[in-house]
C-alpha cells in the first residue's frame, strides 16, 4: 500500500506560478512511477506528467509542455510539480498518483494510488 500527501495549490494569477509537492510513504519511493492528473468541473480526470522511477524519464501532455517540469527527489520520498506561465485552462483539483511500472501513463485506470486533491485556480 501507498499513501501520498499533498501540498501546495492555491489562487494566482494568469502567468504566474505555483509549485504541488506530493510525499509518498508505505512502499520504497524509488520503485514507483509518479504521475500528475487534473479534474476540471464537470470534466474527466486528464492525465498532466508522469516521471519514472529513477527521474530520467518525464513525460508530459502537450498542453503543459513548455511550461510545466515534473521532479523527484528519491531521498526525500517527493515528487514535484512545478507549473510556470499558468492560464485559466490549467484550473482545476490536482492529484498525485502512483504505480509500480511505467506501462501507459495517459490513462487514468492504470494507476494504483491517489493523493487527496489540492485545489489550483488560474485568474484571469
Known amino acids: 500500500q501507498v499513501q501520498l500527501v499533498q501540498s501546495g495549490g492555491g489562487l494566482v494569477q494568469a502567468g504566474g506560478s505555483l509549485r504541488l509537492s506530493c510525499a509518498a510513504s508505505?512502499?520504497?519511493?524509488?520503485?514507483?512511477?509518479m504521475g500528475w492528473f487534473r479534474q476540471a468541473p464537470g470534466k474527466e480526470r486528464e492525465f498532466v506528467a508522469a516521471?519514472?522511477?529513477?527521474?530520467?524519464?518525464?513525460y508530459y501532455t502537450d498542453s503543459v509542455k513548455g511550461r510545466f517540469t515534473i521532479s523527484r527527489d528519491n531521498t526525500k520520498n517527493t515528487v514535484y510539480l512545478q507549473m510556470n506561465s499558468l492560464e485559466p485552462e490549467d484550473t482545476g483539483v490536482y492529484y498525485c498518483?502512483?504505480?509500480?511500472?511505467?506501462?501507459?501513463?495517459?490513462?487514468?485506470?492504470?494507476?494504483?494510488?491517489w493523493g487527496q486533491g489540492t485545489q489550483v485556480t488560474v485568474s484571469s
Open positions: 498518483a502512483a504505480k509500480p511500472r511505467l506501462g501507459t501513463v495517459a490513462s487514468a485506470g492504470g494507476w494504483n494510488y
Open positions: 508505505g512502499r520504497t519511493f524509488s520503485t514507483l512511477t
Open positions: 516521471i519514472n522511477w529513477s527521474g530520467s524519464s518525464p
